[in-house]
């Protein structure tokens, strides 16, 4: 909050800022995703989604794997933001796209 306001005082409007937002982590919620757009909107600045994607090396990667995200023998595609969040947390494309347009706006 107080880096979008300094921003604004140097003279950067809303349009030319932006946060970026992971979703799909592990735990994150459908409604925890909507309730951080909605924060970001309220500030005046842009959202820009990133969805997560586990990789296998990573610290993440062994507490996933305790936690039943992923598994060693998991087809890699699995992994990709593209189906990741979808498979492991039931968020539909359709959701997902939801999501996307929303930023847009």
């Known amino acids: 909050t107080q880096a979008v306001k300094v921003l604004k005082k140097a003279g950067f409007t809303g349009s030319q800022l ?32 990133c969805e997560y994607s586990p990789i296998p090396g990573t610290p993440d990667w062994p507490i996933l794997e305790q936690e039943g995200y992923v598994s060693s023998d998991d087809d890699p595609l699995i992994h990709n933001n593209s189906i990741f969040i979808h498979h492991k947390h039931h968020i539909s494309f359709e959701q997902m796209q939801h999501l996307k347009d929303w930023v847009r706006v």
Request: charged fraction near 10%; hydrophobic fraction near 40%.
């Open 18 to 49: 932006g946060i970026y937002l992971f979703i799909g982590l592990p735990g994150q919620s459908l409604a925890e995703t909507q309730e951080t757009i909605r924060y970001v909107h309220n500030l005046g600045v842009q959202a820009h989604l």
